[in-house]
């Protein structure tokens, strides 16, 4: 069994760059949506929209001017973490993915 996850999607707000204390790696943060189109029982097209909060982590933010609002990428060899947190009183849980492998499909510039 395997915790595994490739996506291809647009990012939904431009991507924020933190670096790591103590380690020479940044943690790379968007948004990205993923959308299913399928014809349901009355004939009528529906698209299905996915938002899913990423990280990637990376020797360098280089990356980052093109990771903006849109852009077209594939993202490979990821796996699906929880975090939990407390939020006024209430304990929450965020589903981030974890990326090892980010593709640019929108051309630059």
């Avoid at 707000?13 to 948004?31: L, Y």
């Avoid at 990637?56 to 699906?80: A, E, F, H, M």
Wanted: aromatic share 8%; proline share 4%.
């Amino acid at each position: 069994m395997k915790n595994k996850v490739n996506l291809i999607g647009r990012i939904g707000a431009d991507a924020v760059a933190k670096p790591i204390p103590g380690k020479d790696r940044f943690a790379i943060e968007f948004s990205l949506a993923t959308t299913n189109t399928y014809t349901n029982d009355q004939g009528n097209k529906v698209e299905d929209t996915t938002w899913h909060n990423c990280i990637v982590y990376r020797k360098s933010d280089s990356v980052v001017p093109y990771l903006t609002k849109g852009t077209l990428i594939d993202l490979d060899n990821g796996r699906i973490t929880y975090e939990k947190y407390e939020k006024e009183g209430v304990e929450m849980t965020a589903t981030k993915i974890i990326f090892n492998d980010i593709l640019l499909l929108t051309p630059k510039g």
